[in-house]
């Protein structure tokens, strides 16, 4: 299992962030153009989410998107990162052909390695957070529900599957502490309230994943189905991030 995200999270969010408030009611406002460092954001979490779907075309064209978008948001960033961000550039370019040759984990191991190298990027702007709690969250939970679904569980180290479960637990928390910023759904209220009930919606998943592991009986309580909800209800939440918000209104009736 790859810690790229959470070594690079430990040393920099510190410094970044701050927690925040839930919001309560939130104040009306106009749609608005999203920032620069939201979209692309937004493009790494859209790419994550067509991997999941299955969609490799539409990954493809969204890593392409996002190339373009950070190549024409060099200004962000400090003058030494210049080499770095050619790098990232270049590696996204051949990521995006080979997202349509390689398998789904690999693309999404990958993925992480490209989130990892972005979040490096150093900036005195000040910028939303949220998603990077929420990708760390998703390589552990990823590698946590693989194990749970594989029907070879009986030949884990239990010890070791319960560790597994408990860094992801961790990473749950940081992302039920923290809340993301309405900007990052352009000041779209219905969008934002729909995030909120995603995310209840996975809390809720995760939690009865949790009371099946903690009966060590993964036969009884069926550690796949459960792991198989929580990856459902991840892919839900993430929905809610890039749709489009003609898409969020029925989406309502699935949570």
């Not at 790494?44 to 890593?63: C, M, P, Q, R, W």
């Not at 080979?98 to 693309?107: G, M």
């Amino acid at each position: 299992m790859k810690y790229t995200l959470l070594f690079v999270l430990v040393i920099i969010l510190p410094i970044l962030y701050s927690c925040e408030d839930e919001p309560g009611n939130l104040p009306e406002a106009q749609l608005v153009e999203i920032d620069d460092f939201s979209a692309i954001q937004l493009l790494f979490s859209s790419i994550e989410y067509d991997l999941y779907i299955g969609e490799k075309e539409l990954a493809n064209v969204h890593t392409n998107e996002l190339k373009n978008r950070i190549a024409g948001s060099t200004k962000m960033y400090c003058d030494e990162e210049f080499l770095d961000l050619q790098d990232l550039m270049r590696n996204l370019g051949v990521y995006a052909d080979q997202i349509l040759k390689e398998s789904e984990d690999w693309s999404l191991d990958k993925l992480r390695d490209l989130k990892g190298q972005y979040i490096m990027m150093e900036t005195e702007d000040d910028y939303d957070t949220y998603l990077y709690h929420l990708w760390n969250y998703e390589e552990n939970m990823y590698y946590t529900t693989k194990a749970a679904i594989d029907p070879k569980l009986d030949l884990y180290e239990w010890g070791e599957f319960k560790m597994m479960v408990d860094c992801m637990n961790a990473d749950w928390e940081m992302v039920r502490l923290h809340y993301p910023s309405i900007e990052l759904f352009g000041n779209n209220e219905l969008g934002y309230k729909i995030q909120t009930m995603a995310k209840i919606h996975l809390q809720e998943a995760l939690e009865k994943f949790n009371m099946a592991v903690e009966s060590n009986d993964y036969l009884k309580y069926d550690l796949c189905d459960h792991g198989e909800a929580i990856r459902e209800a991840y892919i839900r939440y993430i929905r809610t991030f890039v749709s489009q918000e003609e898409e969020l209104s029925p989406f309502l009736a699935t949570l």
